[in-house]
């Protein structure tokens, strides 16, 4: 079993950052895959961006590519979403997510969730 929870959300400007943390607990950390999800008032919820086990490899959505920034830190059992020149339509429930097996960013193929951190960009 694997219990995500996420820090660092928070009201920021548009244009400004904020970096959101995840703390992962149980099953080896080093194991596994670990995505960011985010879902805005009416929306499905969307994929973000998503690192490997060892952090060599990294994937983003389009509508953040060149803006944020995922890692991870397998001594602190923490992955990080550092979020740049944030805009309004970045304002959602941001959701960490957990799975053993390569990286993916489909929804169904993450086991285990946390419970959400807000992030809201005013204008």
């Known amino acids: 079993q694997v219990q995500l929870v996420e820090s660092g959300g928070g009201l920021v400007q548009a244009g400004g950052s904020l970096r959101v943390s995840c703390a992962a607990s149980?099953?080896?950390?080093?194991?596994?895959?670990m995505g960011w999800f985010r879902q805005a008032p009416g929306k499905e919820r969307e994929f973000v961006a998503a690192?490997?086990?060892?952090?060599?490899?990294?994937y983003y959505a389009d509508s953040v590519k060149g803006r944020f920034t995922i890692s991870r830190d397998n001594a602190k059992n923490t992955v990080y979403l550092q979020m740049n020149s944030l805009k309004p339509e970045d304002t959602a429930v941001y959701y960490c997510?957990?799975?053993?097996?390569?990286?993916?960013?489909?929804?169904?193929?993450?086991?285990?969730w946390g419970q959400g951190t807000q992030v809201t960009v005013s204008s």
């Open positions: 997510a957990a799975r053993f097996g390569p990286t993916a960013q489909a929804i169904n193929d993450y086991q285990y």
């Open positions: 149980g099953r080896a950390f080093s194991s596994l895959t």
């Open positions: 690192i490997n086990w060892s952090g060599g490899r990294t």
